[in-house]
């Protein structure tokens, strides 16, 4: 069914998208005081009548989240069950860390902490109570709650894309929903929005971020912060991004994330240990603990009984550009986790992101408050307020090798913008590709391009705040969409299970396991064969007892299909409107153990032997039947039909 409609680029998508934006980015730059007001509006509108909705579908995903990477679900791979993940753990977290949100804690990890202190939502300014409030709202925003939301949207991705073989688009997420019209108008619309959302969102962050960097350059090396000097640094980080998402994920990317990481990890500890190292390690945990005992009231507080602004200013916001980034995100995080099963999917994407967060915002957050707070540097969390990209560099100027700590922060923030620029062209490409990475350089240097142009435009036409305010607003039909794609993601798990569940049904025992003597088997287990010996059992035996069951079941009226291609042979019934039944034997590589004697075939690989392994349309069974007789094979396809009929029952 995907390769009927996952050929090349997708031109309405991709031509959709591109006029939208070229019309949106119009109207942002020519009358950036019309945009600006037409977009605040529409967002004062939504805190005002929809706040209640974002705040109840952030509470329902984290909840969710949460279940998901315990329950019984936990088990199910992320493709087919012999897949295995493509990327190391370190290399996984580095990537996904770098595109959700590492470039936000170099801009607010100073920044946020000393403005909730200076404004906290209900204590009163410069007391004890003001420093914890605004370590435990800092712990909120960026805690489980928005990680919830990308690991939900990353999964939802990548089980209808490695598990079912569909697009790895955002119109996946809709299957269980609209069935084939995904591949319609309706998927191209929904794809297209993710576009135009992750577009904006990206260039908008790049135009934001570039003032940080003028403002590190500025500190270090006195270089004036200017229009001309933001353009040409908008044009490196380009270019830089070109070169990485040409040179691929694995190449581009990938290193980047964990070069990135490292820098993180080291600025970390440099701070940790030149700070009150005793006195953040307790602010850590203490913190940590507050985020966690008053994260249920904090999730659901509206401030319903008391008239503010701060809900709309921080919490609204905050979530609605969650919600926003979440396509983008989603994509790249589903992209780079193929073969991990989901309770290690959840617990990575939650757990380990969060903490590390939390270990960032404490050791950065609670060190300005500390200067403020305990020493007086006023000057610091005005700053904060004034001009948040200058706040961090003034910040680390309070700090033994105060230059060495800046120029490190100043790489990762252009590492950061740069890997974000790029995995965002990237995940822009596979939506306007029907979820393919290997696409046209062209189009890779198209997009990544257009977000520097975009972001340059709004930066010298000051659109930059409407745009952003679009983005943020368009959260809204996006968690409409979500709620409905996340009853679907659990209908689709509930189906998984039952499969799962007949798997391990027992059908009433054969005598037909096995025909041959005790030494035909002996001689079986320790036999490494080379693979044309068992492409030729699985053409001779295993082709013999595939049409030995097809011609059985035509007798009763049931139609099976045989299917020989290069991976090997399928045996399929097709059961009307439910899940199909496809039995495989498939030649498949494996390192010879060191107890294998030498294999006299002139024809197989160094340390390499085949085994003919069973696979089912969950993916390989992980055991091999070479070496069975043809009535064994019967009896194991008629087992496996059987453990199938068993889950349908179960469906019923």
């Known amino acids: 069914m995907q390769s009927a409609h996952t050929k090349g680029l997708n031109k309405p998508v991709f031509l959709s998208a591109s006029i939208i934006v070229f019309a949106l980015l119009a109207f942002a730059s020519i009358t950036p005081q019309y945009a600006n007001a037409f977009f605040n509006t529409l967002q004062s509108g939504i805190v005002e009548y929809a706040s209640w909705f974002y705040v109840l579908v952030v509470a329902i995903i984290s909840v969710l989240a949460i279940y998901l990477g315990f ?30 949100m590492g470039i936000g804690l170099m801009f ?42 990308y690991a939900l949207v990353a999964l939802t991705l990548a089980y209808f894309s490695f598990r ?41 962050s790049l135009g934001l971020g570039v003032l940080q960097i003028n403002a590190g350059l500025n500190y270090l090396f006195d270089l004036s912060q200017t229009p001309v000097v933001q353009m040409v640094l908008i044009l490196i980080i380009t270019c830089f991004a070109i070169v990485s998402v040409v040179s691929g994920l694995d190449k581009g990317i990938r290193r980047l994330s964990e070069f990135n990481m490292i820098l993180a990890v080291s600025l970390l500890l440099l701070i940790l240990i030149l700070g009150p190292t005793v006195f953040l390690l307790k602010a850590l945990m203490q913190n940590t603990g507050a985020y966690l005992s008053d994260m249920v009231r904090n999730t659901f507080n509206l401030f319903a009984y008391q008239k503010t602004d701060w809900m709309g200013g921080w919490t609204i916001f905050y979530w609605g550009w969650w919600l926003a980034w ?29 903490i590390f967060t939390f270990a960032w915002m404490t050791i950065f957050g609670n060190s300005a408050i500390d200067m403020v707070f305990n020493h007086g540097n006023e000057s610091l969390a005005q700053l904060a307020n004034e001009n948040t990209p200058v706040a961090l560099f003034l910040f680390l100027e309070q700090f033994p090798w105060a230059t060495l700590l800046s120029v490190i922060a100043l790489m990762m923030v252009v590492v950061f913008f740069v890997t974000s620029c790029d995995s965002g062209a990237m995940v822009i490409d596979m939506l306007c590709s029907h979820g393919n990475n290997n696409t046209p350089l062209w189009q890779r240097i198209y997009w990544t391009s257009g977000v520097g142009v975009i972001a340059a435009v709004l930066l010298v036409s000051d659109g930059l705040g409407a745009l952003q305010t679009m983005t943020i607003a368009s959260a809204l039909p996006f968690a409409i969409v979500l709620l409905f794609a996340l009853v679907g993601l659990m209908k689709a798990l509930r189906i998984e299970s039952f ?35 068992v492409k030729k059992y699985i053409d001779e035996v295993g082709l013999g007892a595939f049409n030995a069951v097809k011609q059985e079941l035509a007798a009763t009226g049931i139609e099976a299909k045989i299917e020989q291609t290069d991976k090997g042979i399928y045996f399929s019934v097709e059961q009307d409107e439910q899940q199909h039944f496809v039995y495989a ?22 340390n390499l032997y085949y085994r003919a392994e ?28 059987q453990k199938h009929l068993h889950f349908l029952h179960l469906m019923r």
């Not at 790249?332 to 959840?346: K, Y």
């Not at 064994?632 to 496996?640: F, L, Y």
């Open 71 to 100: 329950s019984r679900f936990g088990e199910i791979k992320l493709g087919p069950d012999h897949a295995s993940p493509q990327y190391g753990f370190v290399s996984w977290l580095s990537m996904l860390f770098a595109a959700g």
């Open 614 to 641: 069973v696979h089912l349309s969950e993916g390989g069974q992980d055991y091999c039947v070479m070496g069975w007789s043809k009535l064994a094979v019967i009896n194991d396809v008629v087992d496996q039909y």
């Open 585 to 606: 034997l498939r030649p498949v590589p494996h390192a010879q153990p060191d107890y294998a004697q030498d294999n006299d075939d002139e024809s197989s690989d160094d």
């Open 326 to 354: 979440a396509p983008f995100v989603g994509v790249f995080i589903a992209r780079i986790s193929r073969g991990r099963t989901i309770r290690e999917f959840m617990l990575g994407v939650l757990l380990i992101p969060t």
């Open 499 to 533: 499969k799962r569940d007949s798997l391990s049904y027992s059908p009433a025992p054969t005598t037909t396991s096995n025909s041959e003597s005790w030494k035909e088997r002996l001689h079986n287990m320790v036999d490494f064969p080379n693979k044309q010996r």
């Open 164 to 204: 079912h073989d569909l697009p790895l688009t955002l119109r996946s997420a809709l299957y269980p929903i609209i069935g084939d019209k995904i591949y319609g108008w309706r998927g191209n619309m929904v794809d297209a929005f993710a576009v135009i959302g992750t577009l904006f969102g990206v260039a908008t």
């Open 108 to 149: 607010y990890g100073v920044a946020e902490p000393l403005m909730h202190y200076l404004s906290p939502p209900s204590a009163e300014t410069g007391t004890v109570e003001a420093v914890q409030e605004a370590m435990k709202t800092t712990f909120f925003h960026w805690g489980l709650n928005a990680w919830a939301i």
